[in-house]
């Protein structure tokens, strides 16, 4: 399993590392939004989205349905990091330096993640600004784990407000409460995951005890933040009924008694093979499996008096 080390990365406030910005997003807030999603994360959970989220450093994926065996990849090389058996990566050897993914003609070999500067990034999503103002949307810092570089958002977010643009926030609620408190005023709401309320369990699911996520739901309760919580619903791990029932309770204890339920996709499993297998897949089926979950948590839920939106 990846380790990261650290809750925050230690990253200069005028550059990040992103790996994806999604424009004309409407599930991701109110309104038309850019999604910025940014590499990194301290949680491995099992039914990852967005795999390629992981590891906080630039990477490449190999699409093995695009390569056509010309090899043309292999000199490109600097660091001899290519092979021809399973993942085409040699990984502890690969740099992410691109050439590789130069020569391909196919588009077979992509690097995942480019650092980006404040300002850069503020000029890029600023091409939709007539669409934000319209709709009443903005952007959406997503990942991964924003709060990994927890300096660089905060000075992102002030640049968008500074020009009149919102900014919310999804996250894991692992963070750092002292280093994270200073920041809350630059976010107009904050999407905030619950997963599984038993502290073994949420280790064992995501590979990090839950203490410190909901220490800081409650501090975000307790501080009125805008939070709006959310749960993936995930069969057999998240959609246990004693587990709704527990966060249910925990929700009323915050004073918060609604929650968005996100309904499961194994879209993030066909991905992990493209970078490496960083984690086991689930093995899940997305289809009539997953509607069931869905619905028989909405159904828990409402019982435990939770206003509940899918």
């Given at each position: ?218 501090r975000l309760a307790a501080a009125g933040a805008p939070v709006m919580f959310r749960m993936p ?17 925990f929700l009323r204890e915050l004073g918060r008694p609604g929650i968005h339920l996100l309904r ?47």
């Amino acid at each position: 399993m990846l380790e990261v080390s650290e809750a925050v990365l230690t990253v200069p406030e005028a550059e990040a590392i992103v790996f994806d910005v999604q424009r004309f997003s409407i599930h991701d807030g109110p309104g038309i939004r850019t999604t910025v999603f940014f590499k990194g994360c301290p949680l491995r959970c099992r039914w990852c989205q967005n795999p390629e989220a992981l590891r906080p450093q630039p990477e490449i994926a190999f699409y093995a349905d695009r390569c056509r065996n010309s090899r043309d990849c292999r000199p490109a090389c600097p660091q001899e990091a290519l092979q021809w058996n399973g993942d085409r990566i040699i990984r502890q050897r690969c740099d992410a330096c691109g050439r590789c993914a130069e020569a391909c003609a196919y588009e077979a070999l992509r690097v995942v993640g480019r650092k980006v500067s404040a300002d850069a990034l503020l000029e890029e999503v600023l091409r939709d600004l007539a669409f934000y103002r319209t709709s009443g949307g903005g952007v959406t810092l997503s990942g991964g784990e924003p709060t990994l570089q927890l300096e660089f958002i905060g000075a992102f977010a002030r640049r968008c407000r500074n020009r009149g643009v919102s900014v919310g926030l999804q996250t894991c609620g692992f963070f750092r409460w002292d280093m994270f408190a200073a920041h809350l005023p630059s976010f107009a709401f904050i999407q905030f995951d619950l997963k599984l309320m038993d502290a073994e369990l949420h280790r064992d699911a995501t590979g990090v005890d839950n203490g410190m996520i909901l220490e800081n739901a409650r501090r975000l309760a307790a501080a009125g933040a805008p939070v709006m919580f959310r749960m993936p619903v995930v069969p057999g791990i998240t959609d246990t009924e004693i587990n709704l029932q527990q966060v249910a309770a925990f929700l009323r204890e915050l004073g918060r008694p609604g929650i968005h339920l996100l309904r499961y996709h194994a879209m993030g499993e066909a991905k992990l093979a493209r970078i490496g297998n960083p984690l086991p897949p689930l093995g899940l089926a997305d289809g009539k499996l997953a509607a069931e979950s869905l619905s028989r948590a909405t159904e828990v839920l409402r019982r435990e008096a939770l206003e509940v939106t899918t």
